[in-house]
């Protein structure tokens, strides 16, 4: 199911059960996952491409989601200016013991660049320090005040992602 929110950056490609709140997408062979073994093992595919393409691809992914052989999907709205990529990204999310699977989906739906990336190192890269954060911050042209505030946030996003166990499973929401 396409979950296409204005107010939301993302477009989101989940399971039409998840939507009417199955938030176990995030699994593994129907085991939903701890928090240490998403951290260990989730993880996505990037595909970079204009908005139109994207959203040609997701219509695409859509029926590999609902037969829970892609567990989900999302894209950018509209190009991230501060990231300077000068296209809008694609993450198609699964397990480390099934990304060839869905990288051979992927290829047969005309996808030819392999980038995978750990859910791990997404976070890294968006805490105070992390790559992603701080050009998010740079690009902005914000006060060095509001950039400690977004740093703050973000700690403090992470820290109650994982002590509140379901807090990875509500992703769509946020």
């Not at 204005?6 to 996952?33: A, K, W």
């Not at 595909?47 to 393409?53: S, Y």
């Not at 892609?70 to 000068?86: N, T």
């Not at 968006?126 to 911050?137: A, K, S, Y």
Request: glycine share 8%; aromatic share 14%.
């Amino acid at each position: 199911m396409i979950i296409d929110r204005p107010e939301s950056h993302f477009i989101f490609i989940v399971p039409r059960s998840h939507y009417y709140g199955d938030y176990n997408y995030i699994n593994y062979q129907g085991r939903q996952l701890t928090n240490s073994q998403y951290l260990e093992n989730w993880g996505k595919w990037i595909v970079l491409g204009p908005v139109e393409e994207l959203a040609g691809l997701a219509k695409k992914i859509d029926p590999y989601v609902e037969r829970k052989m892609i567990p989900a999907a999302k894209y950018d709205r509209k190009v991230i200016g501060e990231f300077k990529l000068g296209d809008c990204v694609m993450c198609v999310y699964c397990h480390f013991g099934q990304r060839e699977q869905v990288w051979d989906i992927l290829c047969s739906l005309g996808v030819e660049e392999k980038m995978w990336v750990f859910e791990r190192e997404t976070m890294e890269r968006w805490l105070p320090g992390g790559r992603l954060l701080e050009r998010w911050i740079s690009g902005r042209n914000i006060s060095e005040e509001e950039a400690r505030r977004m740093r703050e946030g973000a700690k403090e996003k992470f820290r109650k992602m994982f002590e509140d166990p379901d807090a990875l499973f509500r992703g769509v929401e946020q």
